[in-house]
């Protein structure tokens, strides 16, 4: 308690919007910052050194953030693009919600990234690994208990032959966290783990952290972990600053907008293709009832019969195809 009493408190008048550390918005100001290179250099090197790779020296970042530069009426793709000493790239990226093509997503990142190194007429030998860092609030990999994943290339059946180094791709799945499994950060390094408690944790206020830190010895440490509460403080810096919590509170609105316009469209293709569906069947009956009646239909009478999709059409057809004594007949009334 007297650990935790010590952080700044996280609630009051001052702050109206609660951003959680994974705000898009939050991240990348807190890590785009000078100021906290040490900070940005030190969760790179929690999920290097957690992967057993070399920690790097360095970070410049290559997508600085100004609030001038963005309009939350815009589609805003927020993250952290990240160079170190030995010129090899990072992509950093939060992503709150699932969606069916995150991977795809992820894949383009570092597609972009890598291609963009060299130029035409380039060697290919100047080429460098291109790491993409992929924060989740869900559970990205639902058959995985794992917190920290990592994606190289490699041959199906022979697990050490890779076929490069250059493309590597790692999952932070805090959704697991969040679900309330905090015995899943023994199975990470504690620089990760302390990291992963940031993350999940670092809006929460005392009272929430004390009971948070009751259940983990892992929380407990990393809310005592200096650079950790160093960065807790960055955060409420950046909740009480007005701007920053209006152009939070304004990205969000557009967020929610921007979700029920997709269910929106979405609900609506699938009204549409359940009529569609609907129209197709009673064209089949028709055509079925007319082949029963008069053998082969001609093609040009299955086409405009396919074509119509007012349902209503389609069943004073089916009616018509019942009581028509001829093709002929049937034809003049389509």
Request: overall charge negative.
């Amino acid at each position: 308690k007297n650990m935790i009493s010590k952080l700044p408190a996280t609630s009051g008048d001052a702050v109206v919007v609660d951003i959680k550390p994974t705000s898009d918005i939050f991240i990348v100001a807190f890590l785009s910052s000078p100021k906290n290179e040490r900070i940005l250099v030190a969760i790179i090197n929690a999920i290097l050194t957690d992967s057993g790779q070399e920690r790097i020296v360095s970070a410049t970042v290559l997508t600085p953030f100004n609030i001038r530069n963005y309009s939350v009426s815009k589609q805003l793709i927020l993250d952290v693009r990240v160079r170190d000493e030995q010129n090899r790239f990072y992509n950093i990226e939060i992503q709150t919600y699932s969606h069916p093509a995150f991977n795809e997503r992820i894949l383009l990142g570092w597609a972009d990234s890598f291609v963009s190194q060299i130029e035409r007429g380039g060697n290919y030998s100047d080429l460098k690994i291109v790491f993409s860092l992929a924060v989740t609030e869900f559970v990205a990999f639902p058959e995985s208990k794992k917190i920290h994943l990592e994606f190289t290339p490699r041959e199906k059946d022979d697990h050490n032959l890779v076929l490069s180094n250059h493309f590597q791709a790692h999952f932070l799945q805090l959704g697991l966290l969040s679900q309330g499994h905090l015995e899943l950060l023994e199975q990470v390094t504690t620089e990760l783990a302390h990291w992963s408690v940031f993350l999940v944790f670092g809006n929460k206020s005392e009272v929430e952290m004390l009971q948070i830190a009751k259940k983990s010895t892992v929380v407990r440490d990393a809310f005592d972990n200096p650079i950790i509460r160093e960065s807790i403080t960055e955060l409420q810096r950046f909740q009480a600053d007005p701007k920053m919590r209006e152009f939070e509170r304004q990205h969000r609105l557009f967020l929610v907008d921007r979700q029920l316009r997709e269910n929106a469209k979405k609900a609506e293709g699938m009204i549409e293709g359940e009529i569609k569906g609907k129209a197709e069947g009673k064209a089949e009956g028709i055509v079925d009832i007319l082949s029963y009646k008069f053998g082969q239909v001609p093609q040009h009478i299955v086409d405009s019969l396919h074509k119509q999709t007012n349902l209503t059409t389609l069943n004073s057809l089916l009616i018509q195809a019942t009581k028509c004594t001829s093709l002929d007949e049937f034809v003049d009334g389509l």
